[in-house]
């Protein structure tokens, strides 16, 4: 009788023996007359008993040296290719927020992320912002913008009648009472100016100062209420709105009453013979 050479998948180490070995998981024999199985390399795997082969590891998986098992690729980390030994830990500005991912996913506008191997992106902080795809880093909001939200793709541009002084802003500050701005994205206090005379500026954060009306008047300036509008007095008139003064009737008229916007003409009989008078002499 003659020696038979171990089957594919089997193999024997010793002299004298009646069968041969079945190879265990993790190893191969792809030969006959086999003396020793073959482990199966990193990036393979093989689970079953006398096998003459080992198995490339799916995209999304990796393997060690002499794996029964592919194992899925972490959060972090991702493989597009079969029979791979790693999976491939995300670059900055991407994540991978599931198992078994064949591809890194960039972070959206408002997110970032500087890290490898991340799981998932960071919303931009208040003051801050991130525009674009894939960022690395936030940007801060500059002198004359706001932010006071998270996760957001740029700054806003300060109110009229408000300012931001500094960088990083999460709120923007009102002008005082009695003054006001027009300009947009203010980087300075000193654009709020003080309400002309004529005028009064009655709430925080304004953009246009509020004209003292008809009958009324107002001499000076940085007013924060209607009633620094003085009433026109009597023998006085202020016949227009954002009036700084009054004035007195003419000889021939006169006015009994206050805060009103025309003198009245003496009738005849009568005669008004000063400026500002109230009354009429018969």
Do not use: K, W
């Not at 002008?175 to 005028?199: F, R």
Request: with cysteine; glycine share 10%.
């Amino acid at each position: 009788h003659s020696q038979i050479p171990c089957d594919l998948g089997t193999y024997q180490p010793n002299t004298g023996q009646s069968s041969c070995i079945d190879t265990s998981p993790g190893n191969f024999v792809p030969g006959t007359g086999a003396s020793s199985q073959q482990s199966c390399p990193s990036g393979t795997y093989q689970p079953d008993y006398s096998q003459v082969s080992c198995i490339d590891v799916s995209p999304g998986y990796e393997s060690n040296f002499e794996s029964t098992a592919q194992i899925m690729c972490d959060v972090g980390y991702y493989q597009p290719n079969t029979g791979v030994e790693n999976c491939i830990a995300t670059l900055p500005g991407n994540y991978v927020a599931n198992t078994g991912a064949t591809i890194q996913r960039e972070c959206n506008p408002g997110t970032y992320q500087p890290n490898c191997g991340s799981s998932s992106c960071i919303d931009a902080s208040i003051g801050h912002f991130v525009q674009d795809n894939n960022s690395v880093s936030q940007e801060g909001c500059s002198p004359g913008n706001y932010q006071p939200d998270t996760g957001q793709t740029s700054c806003i541009d300060a109110d009229p009648g408000n300012f931001v002084t500094d960088y990083y802003s999460s709120i923007q500050t009102a002008c005082d009472l009695g003054t006001y701005h027009n300009i947009i994205g203010s980087v300075q206090e000193s654009d709020c100016q003080s309400s002309d005379p004529g005028h009064y500026v009655d709430s925080t954060g304004a953009s246009s100062q509020t004209e003292c009306l008809p009958g009324s008047y107002n001499p000076n300036s940085g007013s924060v209420t209607s009633s620094d509008c003085i009433v026109a007095d009597i023998g006085h008139i202020v016949e227009n709105s954002a009036s700084s003064e009054q004035y007195p009737c003419e000889t021939g008229y006169y006015q009994p009453a206050t805060g009103q916007i025309f003198c009245l003409e003496s009738t005849s009989g009568s005669y008004v013979s000063e400026r500002g008078s109230s009354s009429v002499t018969y």
